[in-house]
Antibody
Framework: QVQLQESGPGLVKPSEALSLTCAVS?????????WGWIRQPPGKGLEWIGS???????YYNPSLKSRVTISVDTSKNQFSLKLSSVTAADTAEYYC???????????WGQGTLVTVSS | EMVMTQSPATLSLSPGERATLSCRAS??????LAWYQQKPGQAPRLLIY???TRATGIPARFSGSGSGTEFALTISSLQSEDFAVYYC???????????FGQGTRVEIK
């Protein structure tokens, strides 16, 4: 059973960068699959942020592309999200997830709440 | 830009009743559609992928149908644990991109 666990600061100041890491266990990222980030503002729906392949190839939601960087560290079996120039609109629960070979998100982390506030 | 539209926004039903949730894509996605269940304070859980294939461990009362632009998730007989929010997601592009619908809340009547 693949397990994912998000970690990072729960509070970020406006205009600063949000950084989160997703640690993967019971599966080697180097073996394949895409690994993604999804967020959910309080009381709202799900928004895909972007994904990374084990070789480092990335692709992003066009609406966030200018502010997003996703990277992978196969030696630590984890991948990371950086979202720059955050505002209150970036306050959300952030989830990491594995993308199955057919495209659906089959394993999810428990999520971490990030609040943007001064 | 692909848009996924779910209806209704809220479905009020009693335990034991049949629930039918709809999801419409703004352009054809073939069978590249998934359904997720989300309960309060929890991450989404994959229910259905490929429009109609149940994920591992998902009870048979959950079924998915449709192709192209029109999809449905049916819960044949609602159990107490099924009251939750349900999201559809298309993944017709490669590399896969996650375009989600806005969700349907299934609440106890």
């Amino acid at each position: 059973q693949v397990q994912l666990q998000e970690s990072g600061p729960g509070l970020v100041k406006p205009s600063e960068a949000l950084s989160l890491t997703c640690a993967v266990s019971d599966y080697s990222i180097s073996s394949g699959y895409y690994w993604g980030w999804i967020r959910q503002p309080p009381g709202k729906g799900l928004e895909w942020i972007g994904s990374v392949y084990h070789n480092g190839n990335t692709y992003y939601n066009p609406s966030l592309k200018s502010r997003v960087t996703i990277s992978v560290d196969t030696s630590k079996n984890q991948f990371s999200l950086k979202l720059s120039s955050v505002t209150a609109a970036d306050t959300a629960e952030y989830y990491c997830a594995r993308t199955a070979v057919t495209g659906q998100f089959d394993y999810w982390g428990q999520g971490t709440l990030v609040t943007v506030s001064s | 830009e692909m848009v996924m539209t779910q209806s209704p926004a809220t479905l009020s039903l009693s335990p034991g009743e049949r629930a039918t949730l709809s999801c419409r894509a703004s352009q054809s996605v073939g069978s590249n559609l998934a359904w997720y269940q989300q309960k309060p304070g929890q991450a989404p859980r994959l229910l259905i992928y490929g429009a109609s294939t149940r994920a591992t461990g998902i009870p048979a009362r959950f079924s998915g149908s449709g192709s192209g632009t029109e999809f449905a998730l049916t819960i044949s007989s609602l159990q107490s644990e099924d009251f939750a929010v349900y999201y559809c997601q298309q993944y017709n592009n490669w590399p896969p991109r996650g375009t989600f619908g806005q969700g349907t809340r299934v609440e106890i009547k």
